[in-house]
């Protein structure tokens, strides 16, 4: 086992990123997500990691790069947030079609416009539909330990899907914690070096991207989407692993106090941290209230989901993201589709976009309100933005 | 920077066609479903003929590419790739970089392999233009090559802007008042030159044995490389398919489509149009429907001299950038 060390939620990344040994890694710069390839582009500047670093001229060519590198056979590494997701968002579902294993870390931002560059997770959840396994991550630790699984699960054959993970613009990205950190060598037994599920062979030539038309794309989307379906597996026997390897073990769904509490707070990102504090809080007060964190969101964990909240009256969803004129915000919409044969009361609430701070006493209102709702038993008919200046929570 | 020319570097081997026919040389199987007379397949295999070792092919999407591998089939006999429309230079430097790192680390044999873009103009002059100049600053070792066929043929004959001036496309009609494309086509192989990378040239599928010769210094350069390939489209030219092959040569000898290489730096003209042989552009213009409304119903003079002017205006510039003195 490694020692601590101080490190940035970017920099959790990039140090894990080294362990890992990537062939290729490229990148396009944006805050918050420059101090990976910083260091990553250290790194390679200075000899200690042996890869191919592609400085691209946009964040659709560092994808693409990404995506012709993929192919070649070659582990890859690429990182973005924000606009450069919006800007590859186009290759993100080639890539996953033809089933390579790219690794993308995010560092949530909000979307423009207005331009911000504080916190926000749309940029990462309005990938979902693209093909990509997504993760969000809650601090430095679980940024760096989800980095060293992520290229395990995205590599495995069974799976051979790219992944993205985000961690929380500033709020994660930038501050500092301590990591308990590996070894290369236990990385290096953790890991085995990435066997593609096809080459590029001269000798044995392959056509990969093909034009599928009416007679072949739906027979290849339900095919894709059973990969999908699968990948959860894996990715729940990676994460025993590693726990067996770090003593961290990580769940799908990362439940505290869940099993007996009346209101659950479900939540991801860096919003998870402080829940807890809310939930010791609420806890020493007598009161039942526990947490579900959608750590893994894409392939959506719904068993594990609904065991986490099938004993409470109240789910409290908290959704650091907007999608417009929709039923409700996008983990909002998820939980509630999860839970529509039976649960709890599904209440809605949006907190933190743009950066905002999301506050233990914003949680405690979020709780209240859940409590409240347990009481009356009455479904709430719309979902409260927590802490919008001129308008009553 | 280099101070010996590809040209110098790379010895000459003579092209037996004969020989070169009947080799077994991965190109593009036959069944393929692009039209008759069209130029991209004999690009690509003018390019194959050309290669000395494996090769790893990426098109963009455009006519050839959805031409050629209608899924379960594929026509192409070397690995190929494809992605999206503007980022064949991208993926093309993806694939450089992963089989260099692989190589490098011992992880797959050390064995030279070809990366060879195809894109056609819209790809390049328009929507892949930025991706094709990240991949030549960046310098991957590869081969990037335009297929210029004037327009987005595959979606129906848009203009782009390869689009010669007057041309009629779906997007810049033979209007009653504007008379096709009003805007004269961009220098892109120049754009590709002031990158100052060790290869870039014009070819022509008229011109096989020049093509192939170009392709292989192109391949021996230790840099990215850049290739304007003129390529006739019967379908959106309103031409004759058993004419495609006239028409490329009357793009050279008009001077419109000039052959000539920038090898390190250096312009050098490949194919020299002696004033006395020198078509007028109204030759070119005359084989193909895309110009037909400057001849029907009436004459368009204005259109016409002023494309003269600039296909004798860039010629002259092109002989000075040579160094060629007109006699």
């Known amino acids: 086992m490694g020692e601590i060390v101080g490190m940035t939620g970017d920099e959790s990344i990039a140090y894990a990123v080294k362990l890992c040994d990537p062939d290729v890694i490229a990148a396009y710069p944006i805050t918050p997500q420059t101090i990976m390839v910083e260091r990553l582009a250290d790194f390679v500047y200075d000899g200690e990691l042996d890869s191919e670093f592609i400085p691209v001229e946009s964040e659709h060519s560092a994808m693409s790069c990404c995506y012709g590198s993929s192919i070649a056979g070659a582990r890859v590494f690429t990182a973005s947030a924000s606009q450069g997701i919006a800007l590859m968002f186009e290759i993100l579902f080639i890539v996953s079609n033809a089933r390579l294993p790219v690794v993308m870390g995010v560092a949530n931002r909000a979307l423009s416009a207005p331009i911000n560059i504080h916190a926000g997770l749309e940029d990462q959840l309005v990938c979902r539909d693209t093909g990509w396994i997504s993760i969000f991550c809650h601090d430095c630790q679980s940024a760096y330990d989800t980095t060293i699984m992520a290229f395990k699960i995205a590599e495995d054959k069974e799976v051979s899907l790219p992944l993205m993970y985000g961690i929380d613009a500033f709020i994660i990205s930038h501050a500092l914690e301590g990591v308990e950190t590996l070894e290369k060598r236990e990385v290096g037994d953790f890991l085995p070096p990435r066997d593609p599920l096809y080459v590029l062979d001269p000798d044995d030539p392959i056509s990969v ?91 959506f964990p719904e068993k594990e989901l609904r065991d986490a909240l099938k004993g409470a009256k109240v789910a409290a969803t908290i959704d650091r993201s907007i999608t417009f004129g929709a039923p409700g915000p996008i983990l909002y919409s998820d939980v509630k589709v999860t839970t529509s044969n039976g649960g709890p009361i599904i209440q809605g609430f949006i907190a933190g976009l743009g950066g905002r701070d999301v506050r233990i006493e914003d949680i405690a209102k979020v709780a209240d309100r859940a409590f409240e709702t347990a009481k009356t038993g009455e479904e709430p008919t719309k979902i409260s933005w927590i802490g919008v200046r001129g308008v009553e929570f | 920077m280099t101070e010996t020319t590809i040209t110098e570097k790379k010895k000459e081997k003579p092209i037996k066609w004969r020989e070169m026919a009947f080799e077994e040389r991965p190109v593009l199987a036959a069944g393929h479903r692009l039209c008759a007379g069209c130029a991209a397949p004999l690009v690509v295999k003018f390019t194959m003929m050309a290669t000395e070792d494996p090769s790893i092919c990426v098109s963009s999407t455009g006519c050839l590419e959805v031409s050629t591998t209608i899924y379960p089939y594929t026509a192409w006999q070397t690995p190929w790739v494809h992605c999206a429309f503007e980022n064949a230079a991208a993926v093309a430097s993806g694939i450089e970089a992963g089989l260099k790192a692989l190589m490098r680390k011992n992880k797959i044999p050390k064995r030279k392999t070809n990366v060879i873009a195809f894109s056609g103009d819209g790809g ?21 090559i335009v297929y210029d066929n004037g327009a987005y043929e595959n979606t129906g004959i848009q203009r782009s802007g390869a689009t010669p001036y007057g041309a009629a496309t779906t997007t810049s009609p033979g209007g009653k008042v504007i008379p096709g494309k009003p805007e004269f086509p961009k220098d892109i192989v120049k754009i590709a030159a002031a990158h100052d990378v060790q290869y870039v040239a014009t070819v022509n ?44 040569d009357l793009a050279v000898k008009t001077c419109m489509y000039p052959l000539y290489e920038v090898d390190c730096g250096e312009f050098k003209l490949t194919k020299m149009i002696k004033k006395e042989n020198k078509l007028p552009v109204e030759e070119f213009l005359k084989t193909q429907g895309r110009f037909r409304h400057l001849f029907k119903p009436t004459r368009r003079d204005d259109v016409i001299s002023d494309m003269q002017k600039w296909v004798d205006w860039k010629w002259q510039q092109l002989l000075r950038l040579c160094g060629v003195k007109e006699e």
């Open chain 1, 209 to 299: 991207g093909s034009l599928a038309l009416q007679d072949s794309y739906y027979e290849l989307k339900y095919a894709q989407e059973q990969v999908m379906i699968n990948s959860m597996k894996t990715i729940k026997k990676v994460q025993e692993e590693f726990g067996e390897l770090t003593g961290r073990y990580y769940n799908v769904i990362n439940t505290y106090y869940a099993e007996d509490a009346e209101v659950i707070l479900v939540t991801q990102g860096a919003i998870t941290g402080t829940a807890r504090t809310v939930v010791d809080r609420y806890r020493s007060q007598g009161k039942k209230l526990g947490l579900a964190q959608v750590h893994v969101y894409r392939p």
């Open chain 2, 205 to 248: 599928v008229a011109y096989p044995k020049d093509f192939v010769k170009k392709v292989r210094k192109a391949l021996a350069a230790d840099d990215a490389s850049f290739i304007h390939a003129f390529a006739p489209c019967p379908l959106g030219w309103r031409a004759d398919s058993s004419m495609s092959i006239r028409i490329a």
């Open chain 2, 124 to 144: 390049t002059y328009d929507i892949g233009i930025q991706a094709l100049s990240g991949a030549l600053e960046r310098g991957h070792n590869i081969l990037y």
